[in-house]
């Protein structure tokens, strides 16, 4: 008797656009889970590029999960700290 497997498969993930790097003036593309280019999270202090990543959940940047009050608030403080630098 043949072995008939129905691997369920995962549909691909949606396309996730790119955008600008939240960085005040800076104009390169990013990686949808990217908050801002390398360059510019490399200079975000690490206690706030550690926010962010703690506090990203997949999907939120293609509307698949609702933004979490702490990652709004990690966006806050890397905007801030962006503009104060
Ligand atoms: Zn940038």
Not at 13 to 26: A, D
Not at 32 to 49: E, F, G, N, Q
């Amino acid at each position: 008797m043949p072995f008939v497997s129905h691997i369920q498969r995962k549909p691909p993930p949606l396309k996730s656009q790119p955008h600008e790097c939240n960085w005040p003036g800076c104009e390169l593309m990013v990686k949808p889970d990217r908050w801002a280019c390398r360059v510019h999270l490399a200079k975000l202090p690490s206690l706030i590029r550690h926010r962010l990543w703690a506090t990203y959940r997949i999907g939120q940047d293609i509307g698949e999960a609702p933004l979490t009050p702490e990652y709004e608030e990690a966006e806050r403080a890397a905007q801030e700290w962006a503009s104060a630098n």
